[in-house]
């Protein structure tokens, strides 16, 4: 069992920046990938960003440029930096991670991060 922790959401005016973080209750060698997806209501759960375990990293389109995945080992946290936010970036974002073994896949609660004028 993993458990995450969240923090970092809030409000902020477009073109603002808010940062979450995601702790893990276990050591990041043993995840596969950890990331960040959001989700409006109505909408499906879509990814966000992610980082792989050997470094690799995934954006969606929307994001590029703007948003900055990382992860401190040491802490066992990963990290979105999210800068020149918009309207459209208003969602629930969530943690999830996969283990590397057994590929079980952990979510963690969400936080809400609005912008809007």
């Known amino acids: 069992q993993v458990q995450l922790v969240e923090s970092g959401g809030g409000s902020v005016q477009p073109g603002g920046s808010l940062r979450l973080s995601c702790a893990a209750s276990?050591?990041?060698?043993?995840?596969?990938?950890m990331g960040w997806y959001r989700q409006v209501p109505g909408k499906q759960r879509e990814l966000v960003a992610d980082?792989?375990?050997?470094?690799?990293?995934n954006y969606t389109d929307d994001v590029k440029g703007r948003f900055t995945i990382s992860r401190d080992d040491a802490k066992k946290t990963v990290y979105l930096q999210m800068n020149s936010l918009k309207v459209e970036d208003t969602a629930v974002y969530y943690c999830?991670?996969?283990?590397?073994?057994?590929?079980?896949?952990?979510w963690g609660p969400g936080t809400q991060v609005t912008v809007s004028p």
């Open positions: 980082i792989i375990r050997d470094g690799r990293i």
């Open positions: 276990v050591s990041i060698f043993s995840l596969s990938t």
């Open positions: 999830r991670v996969q283990t590397r073994i057994g590929a079980f896949v952990y």
